[in-house]
Structures are given as structure tokens and as C-alpha cells.
């Protein structure tokens, strides 16, 4: 059993040793190293390894293993790690990677947990290689090794004394986290940082990451009190569902700046060809990214003015964050001071992600940089403030008559500091201005550093982010003092601060994406027909065929309640006429015929379309049209015969299209834009990963040029039905939960108008899935599991709810903390970020259930059930606690009995957990449910319980 989060004392749980006791630990903090292929060799990558280590201060144990040397660079040498007496924590490892396996099968036997592994050689050398890297994973395996690369640059750890790298550059300490697959970039990045007087608190340098990935430092990283933000350079993602859920706790709680190359072909295949790791579309992973609540950037530099804007006094607190450095022992705190730490602001002036909208104020002296400012916001997306009347009538009342009566706010070249203070006061107050650009030009008249403290002063009375430019050089340099000093972002260049202030609106918008927690399928809607369109599916795959024709298309539709117009296959002109006549055909009710082929994708094209027939002769005649004309175009394609469908006809239409693609990394995407015959030359859409809810959908919706410009009242035409195309959208999205065989679809045309929409054209492509021991496993983001919500009653008659815990969830945590006595909270080491983290969970690897229940019209937290999995995928650790006035109504076996359930449903075998000697109350009440008791060697005080939930591992649906 791993000591993570989950270990369980009396009813409550302790949080405070979580990195000491993560499984990580012995790599980001060890007390013992051992270097294989250590050397004196100069300039080797042995010797340049090992001389950074012990010129980094590490006050631990190191041990040099080289059978060819007595001593190495003045340490003691070892021929093999079973040489060395004393314990070992980490190995490193540089020799050719054919030596490999029996190392790693010598540091198993010897109990080393943590190798890095800096050799090349592996999967990017070829097939001898992969073979060499899938023995090595194998023996790591069965000895429960954990290990970063290979083919990768090492580790920094400046705080531990730690530099396990071949590069010239040692990093300073400081509060940065930086997670690359280059090595090469982390030289660069170094090498920039050095320069810069920039700190960090890791290095991580993945490599072709065989066995440790950007998910697993995230799950560190994220508790780490020496990280404040958290950078990663991504060339490709191994394990989406891994890497989503590491992203999306990670943001919850510290800024995570992204840098993702491979945004072309041909860098992509640069990626693929030096990670081996499947990089995907670069769209998708941006819309992935975006529901992580993460910062996307494109350049390095970039990287760091994000992270520089995000550790500012604005640090957008998502829903509740803090610094570690400033926390007391937990046993000196009450939880209303835990609850209200933010990042060195008072809690009134942290910025809201729920009410934070973006809309920016630029105030200048100077005219041509204020239009500067204003076409860069464009550029960027960024909405400029409208100011109301009110604030016009004040502006008015401290700026001179010329001013520029608009936003940009020109206050004219000679502006005083007190007339910047006031204006800047003034916009802010408008409660359509989210933030402020500040631009100074130095001009004879002009007071650089008084305005800077003035903008100081009003800076610290008000919590909307401030960010400025000061252009120019010596003139100006007291007044960018003045503001590094007091932590407000200041940038050289106007176009600089604008993108400033992007990364805070960016960083705010993609945070409200992150609380979104959608199920699988709308509770809303009717529920699908799931298993009708597997079997049509399935039907479809046992005759070799992988496209679906156009009625089976429909007939999937229907099975999840999408609107579509009526169809069926003609093989024949009279068949055409029969189907032709069962739809209605009439003068006023026309058809359209289409060819059907596997072979041809887009009919139209190939001529295979012929719309508004209206006579029985027209249906016999169209048929053989269709077909000549088809046979001309595609003398290769195999004809079936004929769709004949009704004929929607709208005054009023929009055409939309709505997609469905599997990503080779993060499964299906759905994509909503313009529809019709000219797709690909408008490019107009946006991508979203399911599940979607309506929140998900409407952002989806707004983020094409259709979306937010022509389904509203447009010239002559009434706004479109936006509710039925949301509809549409929610039930694609379960349409992609449920069905992993669809690696293709597309509905085009949509056709939305005031009364609703409905699918004109489908095509569906389909494959058997991929095998998965997960439930959902085809999806990045695990859907929230409605299946495990249950009411109960307690004996004395209160009704309550047991249900998964959500993101939004935060202040009903936040609520139960306050509610915990004294004595509790002295048992508690519990810092804010663990509050956060328990709310943002990954439903594959980790359940949270809670007990609420309505209290004087509110919902209110009773108690929490929790289990984590532990490495070896078969056993969970849990944890117990509930609400002090709660106590002794039995809720306690309601929220286990619900949380073995939840377990023993998704196949784990055994449930495990610690209880103090001294509570008799949890002891027999796990007693009660059959969990074992048992001593714990060297614990006196502890004693550990055990449930078996299952004899054999099958992993099912939640």
C-alpha cells in the first residue's frame, strides 16, 4: 500500500506528508545516488554528469558504479550497485543501452525505485532498439521501478543540490517548474533563464518518456510548495486520459504555461521522428488544451512573460490558491484561515474566473500607441471595454475638452501623474472593464516615475489587472523600477503588455471551461438507443463494410434522437418510385437522389446529387441519369444505387455542419462550423473533446464566425433555433462516449432555423475499437458518473444524496472545512491546495464521494468517501472523514458501504486503509463491513484495514 493522499486517521484524513510520501519522492528527493557509467573521461557524458552532481551540493550519498575504476573524480567507485552497502534511492544511468536490462535488473534486485535513464538508443534507433526499451519497461515493471526516460537530459532539483544533467547549466532556485521532452530546449532555456536572473525549482527532462510522462511530474508538481507555475515544452503526448487529468489538477491550483511544437506538418513530423511519441492534430490538442484551463503559447519567450504575468499580483486564483512559503504548521491555523489564503492578496481582490470577462481599457498619452494597443487587442481577440455614460461623464470631468472621448483613453501628451491616476481609477470602476493597459511615451512634459506611482498607488486599490508599457529606454527605467518592485507586469512594448493581458483573459476563460463536468448523455434528453446502433454498426463491420450507408447514417441518428429527414435505398428506377411515393412525393413535397457508393465521398462532386424532383416520370428518368453520370465521372466506383430522401426545404436555413473525428492521441473531437458544399474553402469551424454539456456546447457554438454572426436575426430571417442546434450537439457528444467504433462522421448539412434543425446529409466511416480495460477509455476526459448518484435515508429520517464529487464543488468543500471542530482540525494537516485537488479528480483512477443534503435551503456537505489507485492498478488506499455535527447518524457506513460499491464495480480487488489503535468507533464499524484488521510493523499506534473487494481484476463501467 502506497501512503499518498488517502491515509486514514480517525474519521478525518491526513494530507500534510503528501510529498514525502508520494510515490515520486525518492526521485525529486533522494537521500542516495548511484551513477552507472560514472567516468573521468573529460567532456564524456559521465564524467560531465557526475561533476555537476557533486558540484551541485548533494548532501546525500553517491555512489560511482564503474568496474573499470577504484575511484571516479575523487569518490569511490563500486564494479556494481550490490557493492554498495547502504540503501539506494535513485540510479542513473549512462552507459550504451544493451547494458541496460541488466541494470535495471541489478538496481530491482537491490531495491532501487527511482532510475533515470539519459542513454540513447531505444525506440527512436529502430526495432532492436524497441525490443531493448520493452525489456527494460518489463523488468521495471516487476520490480516496481519507476524511471524518466530514456534518451533524455536528466534532472535539476536546485533546492536538493541535485544536477543530474550532461548540459553547462546549473539552474538557480526559484519557483519554476520546467517539464520538456527536449533536452536541447532545456539547455536553451537554462541558458536564457541565466541571463534573465530567472529561478527554478525543477528540470525535468522527459525524454521518449517509456514509463514516466508529463502526467506523473504534474501529480508532483502540483503539491510541490516549491512550484508556483509550471512550464512544459510538448512535442507529443503518450497517454491523453493521463496527461488531461495531470493538466486539469495542475490548473486548478498553479498556472501551466504550454508550448506545444508540431503546430505544422512538417514540425509534427520532426516530433513524431525524435519523441516516437503520436502527435496528433495540433487543433485538437489546442481545444484540449483549452479544457485543461491551461496557457497555450508559441514561443519562448512568450513562455515567460506568460508565467512572469501569471506569478504577478493578478495570479488569476481559479477558485482558490496559495502559497506554501507563507503557510504556518496546520496545527496554529483555523480553517477560516486556510480557506482564505490566496496568492499574497487580500481574498476581495482575487480575480473571479465566473465574472472575469476580458474586456480591456487602454489609457495613453499618446494617440498612434493607443491604436496600436487597440488593432493588437483585435488581433488577438481581445474585446476593448464599452464604458457607460457614467464613466464618460467622469472622464469628461478630469481630462482635458480634446481628449479622446472613447477607448482608447488618450489623456494627452503632457499628462500629469495625478490626471493617469485618475482616469485609470475611473475605468476600472466601469463594471464593464476587466483590466487596464497603461501606455506612457516620454515627452518633455512627462513625469515617467511620478505616473509610475500613481499607477502604484491606484494598483493597489483595486483588483483588476493593471499591465504597462513604458516606452523607451534611460527615460523610463526609474518608472519599470518602480514597477518590478511593486510585482505589476511591465513590458517594453505596447504589444507586449496586450498579450500580457491576453494570457490573464486566456487564462481566466479556459478556467471556466475546466469547472465544466459533463456525463456522458444529456439527463435532459430521451436517453439513446445504444445498443440498436452498435448492432447496425456491427452488422456493418461483419460484412467487411467500413462506410456506413447513407439510411443506416440516419437510422444511427435516430438512435440518439438527432433529427434527420426520411430515407431509403432504391437499386432500381421502379424501386426509386416506390420509395419515392412511401416519403409523400408531390409537387409541394420534393425528394433529392443521391448516388450510393462506397467509393465516393463527396457526391456532389462526382455529380451524384439531384435536388427538388417532383413527378414519378422525373424519379424513373433522375435514376439512370444519376447513375450515367456517376459511371463518367468514377469509372472505378462500385455503384450500390440510389438514396432517395425527402427534400428539406427552409426559407430561413442556415447550413451548419456538425463532425465527429478520432484523433490518433485524444479520441473523438466534434466539430461545429459552416456547412454546405464550400467547407473547405470558408474554414470555418471549432473543435471541442466530449462530453459536452450546454455551457460546452454554446462556447463551441460562438468560437465560429456562424455561430456568433448568423444565427441571430440576419437581414430578412429570424435568429435560428440556438436551444435545437445545442441539443444537436449534446447528443453527438454522447453519440462519441458511447460509441468508440466511429472514427469518422459528418452531417452536412445541418439545417437550423426558427423551428429547429435537422440532418440533411450523413456519412459515417466506422472500425472495430481498440481494446480498453478502462470504461471510456477511448476518451481523454472521463464523463461525470451520473450512474453512482444514490439518495439514502439516515435512521433518523434525513434525507440525503451520495454522490462524485465536481470541480464546482469547491465552496461546498471550502464550507465543510469550517464546519470541522478544533480537535479535528489539529488532526488535520490540510493545506488549500488539497481542497482544490480533491475536487478535480480523474473518475478512472480516483473516486470522491460526498454525502449533501438541503440545510435551511442550501445544499450542505456532510461527509466525504475517497479512494486513489495505487500503482499496481489492483488496489486502492481510501479515506473517511465527516462533518463533526454529523456524526453518530450513520452516514459514515452509508458513505463506505457506497464508495466499496463504487470499487468492487470497477474491478479493483482490494481496499486499504489506516486507523489510529485508539479509535475503537472506526474499528469496529470496519469490522462491521468485513474489512480485516491487522497490526502494522513498527506502528504502535496504527493499525491497517483491509478489504478484499474482488477475486479477479475486470475493469468495468462506472
Known amino acids: 500500500m502506497v501512503r499518498e493522499s488517502v491515509l486514514f486517521r480517525n474519521f478525518d484524513f491526513n494530507l500534510g506528508e503528501l510529498l514525502k510520501t508520494h510515490y515520486l519522492a525518492p526521485l525529486f528527493e533522494p537521500r542516495s545516488i548511484a551513477i552507472f557509467g560514472a567516468s573521468e573521461r573529460k567532456n564524456s557524458v559521465g564524467e560531465v554528469v557526475f561533476r555537476n552532481l557533486l558540484s551541485a551540493g548533494f548532501d546525500g550519498g553517491i555512489y560511482p558504479i564503474n568496474p573499470k575504476r577504484d575511484t571516479i573524480q575523487g569518490q569511490k567507485a563500486y564494479r556494481c550497485i550490490g557493492d554498495v552497502d547502504d540503501a539506494v534511492d535513485l540510479a542513473v544511468v549512462i552507459t550504451p543501452a544493451p547494458t541496460i536490462p541488466a541494470i535495471a535488473q541489478e538496481c ?58 550532461f548540459g553547462n547549466n546549473n539552474a538557480s532556485p526559484g519557483n519554476l517548474a520546467l517539464v520538456s521532452q527536449s533536452g536541447a530546449i532545456c539547455t536553451a532555456i537554462l541558458d536564457w533563464a541565466e541571463e534573465n536572473d530567472v529561478g527554478f525549482s525543477t528540470v525535468i527532462s522527459t525524454g521518449i518518456a517509456a514509463d514516466l510522462d508529463f502526467g506523473d511530474y504534474l501529480d508532483f508538481l502540483v503539491s510541490d510548495p516549491q512550484t508556483d507555475s509550471i512550464l512544459l515544452y510538448i512535442e507529443g503526448i503518450q497517454d491523453a486520459r493521463k496527461f488531461m487529468t495531470g493538466l486539469k489538477a495542475a490548473a486548478r491550483i498553479k498556472p501551466v504555461i504550454v508550448l506545444k511544437v508540431g503546430r505544422h506538418d512538417a514540425g509534427a513530423a520532426a516530433s513524431m521522428s525524435h519523441t516516437g511519441a503520436l502527435v496528433g492534430s495540433d487543433a485538437t490538442f489546442s481545444a484540449a488544451l483549452s479544457r485543461s484551463g491551461v496557457i497555450r503559447v508559441e514561443t519562448v519567450s512568450e513562455m515567460f512573460s506568460a508565467a512572469k504575468c501569471l506569478s504577478s499580483r493578478y495570479h488569476p486564483t481559479p477558485a482558490m490558491s496559495f502559497d506554501a512559503r507563507k503557510i504556518s504548521p496546520m496545527s496554529s491555523m483555523t480553517i477560516p484561515e486556510i480557506t482564505s489564503i490566496s496568492s499574497g492578496l487580500p481574498v476581495s ?172 448523455s444529456s439527463r ?97 428518368s433522375t435514376y439512370r441519369e444519376l447513375t450515367d453520370a456517376v459511371k463518367h465521372a468514377c469509372p472505378e466506383a462500385t455503384i450500390e444505387g440510389v438514396v432517395v430522401e425527402e427534400m428539406h426545404k427552409s426559407r430561413n436555413g442556415r447550413e451548419l455542419l456538425v463532425g465527429l473525428t478520432a484523433d490518433p492521441v485524444f479520441g473523438p473531437i466534434i466539430t461545429f462550423g459552416s456547412g454546405g458544399t464550400a467547407v473547405e474553402v470558408v474554414k470555418d469551424s471549432a473543435l471541442a473533446l466530449p462530453p459536452l454539456n450546454r455551457h460546452l456546447a454554446s462556447d463551441l457554438i460562438d468560437r465560429t464566425k456562424v455561430g456568433s454572426k448568423m444565427l441571430g436575426r440576419f437581414r430578412s430571417m429570424p435568429p435560428a433555433n440556438r436551444e435545437a442546434i445545442i441539443d444537436v450537439l449534446l447528443r453527438i457528444s454522447s453519440l462519441a462516449c458511447e460509441l468508440p467504433h466511429i472514427q469518422e462522421m459528418d452531417i452536412n448539412p445541418l439545417i437550423v432555423d426558427e423551428d429547429g434543425a435537422v440532418a440533411v446529409d450523413a456519412r ?72 482544490t485537488r480533491l475536487t478535480q479528480i480523474d473518475y478512472d483512477s480516483e473516486m470522491s464521494l460526498i454525502a449533501v443534503a438541503q440545510v435551511d435551503d442550501s445544499e450542505e456537505e456532510l461527509g466525504l468517501a475517497r479512494y486513489v489507485a495505487n500503482p499496481d492498478k489492483t488496489s486502492v488506499d481510501f479515506l473517511l472523514v465527516v462533518s463533526d455535527k454529523w456524526r453518530g447518524l450513520g452516514l459514515g457506513r452509508a458513505l463506505l458501504s457506497a464508495l466499496c460499491d463504487a470499487a468492487r464495480a470497477r474491478g479493483y480487488e482490494v481496499m486499504s486503509g489506516e486507523v489510529l489503535v485508539n479509535n475503537g468507533k472506526m474499528l469496529k464499524l470496519l469490522e462491521s463491513l468485513g474489512f480485516q484488521i491487522k497490526d502494522i510493523e513498527d506502528e504502535d499506534d496504527i493499525k491497517l484495514a483491509q478489504l478484499r473487494l474482488a477475486g479477479k481484476r475486470s475493469r468495468r463501467s462506472i
Open 349 to 520: 481582490s482575487s480575480l473571479n474566473p465566473s465574472t472575469y470577462n476580458g474586456r480591456l481599457a487602454i489609457i495613453t498619452n499618446g494617440g498612434g500607441p493607443g491604436v496600436m494597443a487597440a488593432d493588437k487587442a483585435t488581433d488577438l481577440g481581445i474585446d476593448l471595454a464599452e464604458f457607460s455614460e457614467d464613466t464618460y461623464a467622469a472622464l469628461n470631468q478630469v481630462l482635458p475638452s480634446v481628449w479622446s472621448h472613447g477607448n482608447p483613453v488618450d489623456v494627452i501628451g503632457e499628462a500629469p501623474p495625478s490626471r493617469y491616476h485618475d482616469a485609470i481609477d475611473i475605468c476600472l470602476r466601469d463594471p464593464g472593464c476587466d483590466g487596464a493597459v497603461v501606455i506612457l511615451t516620454p515627452q518633455a512634459m512627462t513625469n515617467p516615475e511620478g505616473v509610475a506611482e500613481a499607477v502604484v498607488e491606484i494598483a493597489s486599490r483595486h483588483s483588476k489587472p493593471i499591465i504597462t508599457s513604458w516606452m523607451g529606454g534611460a527615460q523610463v527605467e526609474s518608472g519599470r523600477a518602480l514597477f518590478k518592485r511593486a510585482k505589476i507586469p511591465t513590458c517594453r512594448t505596447l504589444e507586449s503588455a496586450v498579450e500580457a493581458f491576453g494570457f490573464i483573459a486566456t487564462y481566466h476563460k479556459n478556467q471556466k471551461l475546466l469547472l465544466q463536468t459533463p456525463a456522458q
Open 764 to 835: 459515417i466511416r466506422v472500425a472495430y475499437p481498440k481494446p480498453s480495460h478502462t470504461p471510456y477509455g477511448h476518451l481523454a476526459i472521463h464523463p461525470y458518473p451520473y450512474n453512482l448518484c444514490r439518495q439514502s435515508q439516515l435512521p433518523n429520517g434525513m434525507s440525503i444524496t451520495i454522490r462524485p464529487i465536481r470541480p464546482e464543488d469547491i465552496e461546498l468543500k471550502k464550507s465543510f472545512a469550517r464546519e470541522l471542530s478544533e480537535e479535528s482540525i489539529r488532526q488535520l494537516r490540510l493545506t488549500p491546495e488539497m481542497l
Open 524 to 620: 435532459k434528453h430521451d436517453p439513446p438507443d445504444v445498443e440498436g446502433a452498435r448492432m447496425i454498426i456491427e452488422s456493418a463491420l461483419s460484412k467487411k463494410r467500413t462506410v456506413l450507408t447513407e439510411p443506416e447514417a440516419y437510422a444511427i441518428l435516430g438512435a440518439f434522437r438527432i433529427p434527420s429527414v426520411r430515407s431509403s435505398i432504391a437499386r432500381s428506377p421502379s424501386e426509386a418510385l416506390i420509395c419515392a411515393s412511401s416519403i409523400g412525393l408531390s409537387q409541394t413535397k420534393p425528394i433529392a437522389m443521391k448516388i450510393l457508393s462506397e467509393d465516393i465521398s463527396h457526391k456532389s462532386d462526382a455529380g451524384g446529387v439531384r435536388l427538388n424532383i417532383t413527378s414519378a416520370q422525373s424519379v424513373r
Open 108 to 165: 530491482g534486485e537491490k531495491g532501487v525505485k527511482m532510475m533515470i535513464i539519459i542513454s540513447a538508443g531505444f525506440r527512436e534507433a529502430g526495432n532492436e532498439g524497441r525490443k531493448i526499451e520493452d525489456e527494460v519497461v518489463r523488468i521495471a515493471k516487476d520490480y516496481g521501478i519507476r524511471f524518466i526516460g530514456p534518451n533524455c537530459l536528466g534532472l535539476i532539483r536546485p533546492s536538493e543540490g541535485i544536477n543530474l544533467t
